[in-house]
């Protein structure tokens, strides 16, 4: 089968964690016999840079005419400017909107051999799996009006949270198909107390729940889930919520895991079943710092990869092949620096990424 992936390596280590991810690709097309063709673009800063904006049309387009996205990461102090007129991320923020990608899933999952490698207990994080469904299109990041104005007491602005009821169920639906399917267990984040949009969100999430009898329910106020997060976890199976709740609360999560490095995600376009358009990139930032030093962990975008098989390109075999090596590779001992313990084998970018294509071609 021949499949075709927009490829946008983006800033800081985006280029050198996609070259591995892609070097995994290619060993999977290798040995399941498929064909990947890969199609280059730019986003973030260095399109700013290249082309003076952060996602041109051409780039658009050509997302728009593959069957999935494959994404690095944007942004560095270099474009850091608040007072500059574009950002990396509104690049980010467009080609999200441009492709409908409304539902954002963030694996979280605690693998046994690197449960030693957070600054958490061992008995609070063993065994912590779940995954938040993040809305990724709506609310304080897109609602309008959105500026910074002078007024004659001094400098104000405003974002608006705003949802429709029709963002609010397509997103619920997606908790729910997935909550489905592994413990039938939802819990939907919100801030029921204060806010309307929230008040709004619980309604709708309680009308749909009737469709679903075999889950169960539960709401959370975001700031609850944040210290559940960190004292029982393992309480956690399916969360949903609006979009920077689900912002903060995934980079929380991420430190279960002992590492960003560690933790894919997938941006859709629809309820994940059968083929799915989507983007695909792991959590992680930029890091300028670590650029072109051969440190970054290519883990979380190698995972990402295995996610973009089995959402948007059906191939569930080939996706546990990559999942099954990857927790191959770190029972062998190998480990980047992020997560790296007295006593392992510590590798590069590079050397992590060959490490984990060749046991795939095995």
């Known amino acids: 089968m021949e499949f075709n992936i927009a490829v946008l390596p983006g800033d800081g280590v985006g280029p050198e964690v996609i070259a591995e991810a892609i070097k995994v690709l290619q060993a999977v097309g290798e040995k399941f016999r498929h064909k990947f063709q890969f199609h280059n673009g730019l986003i973030g800063g260095i399109a700013i840079d290249t082309t003076g904006t952060a996602l041109s049309q051409d780039t658009l387009n050509m997302c728009k005419q593959c069957d999935a996205v494959l994404l690095g990461a944007v942004g560095g102090p270099k474009w850091d400017d608040p007072q500059a007129k574009i950002h990396p991320e509104d690049g980010l923020l467009a080609l999200r909107k441009e492709l409908g990608l409304f539902a954002n899933l963030r694996p979280v999952k605690v693998l046994p051999m690197l449960v030693n490698s957070t600054s958490l207990k061992p008995e609070i994080i063993e065994g912590v799996d779940l995954v938040i469904v993040r809305e990724l299109t709506g609310g304080l990041y897109f609602g309008q009006p959105k500026r910074q104005w002078q007024t004659p007491e001094g400098r104000q602005a405003v974002d608006t949270l705003s949802y429709s009821e029709a963002e609010i169920e397509r997103i619920l639906r997606v908790g729910?198909?997935?909550?489905?399917?592994?413990?039938?267990?939802?819990?939907?984040?919100?801030?029921?107390?204060?806010?309307?949009?929230?008040?709004?969100?619980?309604?709708?999430?309680?009308?749909?729940?009737?469709?679903?009898?075999?889950?169960?329910?539960?709401?959370?106020?975001?700031?609850?889930?944040?210290?559940?997060?960190?004292?029982?976890?393992?309480?956690?199976?399916?969360?949903?919520?609006?979009?920077?709740?689900?912002?903060?609360?995934?980079?929380?999560?991420?430190?279960?895991?002992?590492?960003?490095?560690?933790?894919?995600?997938?941006?859709?376009?629809?309820?994940?079943?059968?083929k799915t358009f989507g983007m695909y990139e792991p959590i992680h930032g930029s890091a300028p710092r670590r650029a072109g030093q051969n440190m970054a962990n290519p883990i979380a975008t190698i995972l990402s990869a295995a996610m973009m098989l089995r959402y948007s390109f059906g191939l569930e075999i080939e996706a546990q092949a990559i999942e099954n090596t990857v927790l191959a590779v770190l029972e062998q001992g190998y480990r980047t620096y992020d997560i790296m313990s007295e006593g392992k084998t510590r590798v590069g970018t590079k050397e992590m990424g060959e490490l984990i294509a060749q046991r795939v071609k095995s």
Not at 186 to 198: G, I, P, Y
Not at 201 to 225: F, G, K, N, T
Not at 235 to 241: A, E, H, N, Q, Y
């Open 176 to 274: 729910f198909e997935l909550a489905r399917n592994r413990g039938k267990k939802l819990t939907s984040v919100d801030k029921a107390n204060v806010l309307q949009s929230s008040r709004l969100w619980r309604q709708i999430a309680i009308e749909i729940s009737a469709d679903y009898p075999d889950v169960e329910l539960q709401h959370m106020l975001v700031d609850a889930c944040a210290m559940r997060l960190i004292q029982h976890p393992t309480d956690l199976d399916v969360l949903v919520t609006e979009n920077m709740f689900g912002d903060i609360l995934t980079d929380e999560a991420s430190m279960l895991a002992g590492s960003m490095g560690m933790l894919p995600s997938a941006s859709l376009a629809g309820i994940p079943e059968g």
